[in-house]
């Protein structure tokens, strides 16, 4: 059974009537991927949204940081995991299998990331992630002396916590407009 048809609930606006830069990542894209994340179709109803939605998600998920490209895709699948949120798992698991070359990483890290031969730096990294998603109040010196343990600095902690809090905002706005994954995503490392 296909997922549903619809990018977003809330409808997408018509991509030729985009502003000049925005025109131009939508191509960029294309090129680059084949098509468009619907997360940046659904966030073009609000343009000024989108132009900040990336730059917080080229900071988070791309920038210099103690925690690499792949474990940020796992905190992020993870979380989504957490939150059932469907646009996150289906795309970020897909990232997790490209980034690991393991076709079979993006589902345990969906589904129970327990189940994963993981380090304990990163079995660390994604206890601290689902208890800051799941029960944020009971987060304590405990849980980031946990991560020190394993070797994360203050700076790699920081970094941790925005990757989980940023997922737990995206997870929200993809549940509340029912965004929907590019079929592509599916397809990745099969």
């Not at 680059?32 to 900071?59: D, I, W």
């Not at 939150?83 to 996150?88: F, M, T």
């Not at 990294?125 to 944020?136: G, I, N, R, V, Y």
Request: net charge negative; aromatic share 8%; proline share 5%.
């Amino acid at each position: 059974m296909p997922q549903p048809d619809h990018v977003s609930a809330l409808g997408v606006p018509d991509a030729n009537g985009l502003d000049d830069d925005l025109k131009a990542i939508w191509a960029k894209c294309v090129d680059k991927l084949g098509f468009v994340p619907n997360v940046f179709n659904t966030y073009s109803l609000k343009p000024q949204r989108l132009r900040n939605f990336m730059a917080m998600y080229n900071e988070v998920m791309l920038s210099k940081s103690g925690l690499s490209k792949l474990e940020r895709e796992m905190v992020a699948v993870v979380v989504s995991s957490a939150n059932r949120c469907y646009y996150c798992l289906v795309a970020h698991g897909a990232a997790v299998r490209t980034l690991s070359g393991d076709p079979e990483l993006g589902e345990m890290m969906a589904l129970n990331y327990r189940v994963a031969k993981l380090d304990p730096r990163q079995r660390a990294m994604l206890d601290f992630a689902w208890k800051l998603t799941t029960t944020p109040n009971l987060v304590e010196d405990a849980d980031r002396d946990a991560l020190s343990q394993q070797g994360l600095s203050n700076e790699d902690i920081f970094d941790l916590a925005e990757t989980v809090a940023f997922f737990n905002l995206s997870n929200r706005m993809a549940s509340a407009t029912d965004m929907i994954p590019n079929k592509e995503y599916h397809q990745q490392v099969r």
